[in-house]
Structure formats: C-alpha cells, structure tokens
C-alpha cells in the first residue's frame, strides 16, 4: 500500500511549502490539471491559481502534466503560459519519462502535485518521483467517478494500517 503513500498531504496548492521544496533541491514542479488547477468542469481557473504558478514558474520548472485533451489543456494553458502534456495516461510512465528526456531533470529534482490518488499518486510513486497530495477542488467527470470510488477504498485501506487519513494534513 506504500504505492498510494504521498510524501506531502495539503488542503490546497496553497498550503504547499514551496521555499522548503526549493531547499530540498527541487527544481520541477509536476501539476496535475483538473481539480489540481481548475474545477474538472471549469475553463476558467482563478486567478488567485494563475498568480501562484507564474510566481512559481520563476523559481521551478513548471510543467503540467494532465491526462485531458490537448484542445483542453491549449485553452487553459493559455492562461498559465507554462509547459504542459497532455493525454498522459498518469499513472503510465511515458509521459513522466518525456519531461525527464526533455528537460534533464533527475527524479530527485522533480515533485508531482495531484489530487486523485490512482493517476497522480500511483504515477509518481511508480517513476519514482515524490508526490504531494491536495484535496480536489471540485466534484469529479463522470469518467473519475470510478477512480473516487476505488480511492475510497485505497483510503479505507491506509487508514486501517495507519498510513493515511483524509483531511490529515502534513507535510
Ligand atoms: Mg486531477
């Protein structure tokens, strides 16, 4: 169960400590899109998000790495103005390797920063690559409705073995 495990658990990208993470050497800044960024059935992230990674972007890669469409992602990266993926198939590696080969970054470097435990959490763990759990920011698409539920069950799983519980935060 250790797969599904995050290094950091937060509220919010808000809540994140992103100066530690500098100083943990950190470069690269992973962050998955929908209910991470923006509301899953929103185009309009706030702009509260829009300052916070331009902010971030000068201090760490910044790269999303979301596995919506690209028709998607065009539209609201074009708000962000960072590096994106599309249709990543988290918690498929491929996408993971692309930013590695195309930046340099070594695992050690980079952080991923999601909000479902299957895609995100899974993803990272499996690259090896540290993750930070946040809360999602909306309800779900239909089409994560089945990841929620087999989430609830990874959650069961954890708390009975003490790993994790919801709205536990630490970091
Ligand atoms: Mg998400």
Do not use: W
């Not at 065009?74 to 994106?84: A, C, D, G, P, R």
């Not at 999602?136 to 003490?162: A, H, M, Q, V, Y």
Request: glycine content about 4%; hydrophobic content about 35%.
């Amino acid at each position: 169960m250790k797969n599904y495990v995050p290094a950091i658990y937060q509220k919010t990208i808000f809540d994140i400590n992103y100066k530690k993470l500098h100083k943990n050497g950190i470069k690269c800044l992973l962050f998955d899109l929908d209910n991470t960024l923006v509301a899953a059935h929103s185009y309009e992230p706030d702009k509260k998000v829009i300052n916070l990674l331009k902010k971030l972007n000068k201090e760490f890669k910044v790269i999303i790495i979301s596995n919506s469409s690209r028709k998607r992602l065009e539209k609201i990266n074009s708000l962000f103005n960072v590096s994106y993926y599309s249709f990543s198939l988290k918690p498929l590696k491929r996408n993971f390797k692309k930013v590695i080969k195309d930046y340099q970054f070594t695992k050690e470097e980079i952080v991923l920063i999601g909000d479902q435990f299957i895609t995100d959490i899974l993803g990272g763990y499996r690259m090896g690559i540290k993750t930070i759990l946040v809360d999602p920011l909306s309800n779900d698409l239909p089409c994560t409705k089945l990841n929620r539920f087999l989430e609830g069950k990874i959650i069961n799983r954890l708390g009975k073995k003490n790993l994790f519980f919801k709205g536990k935060y630490y970091e």
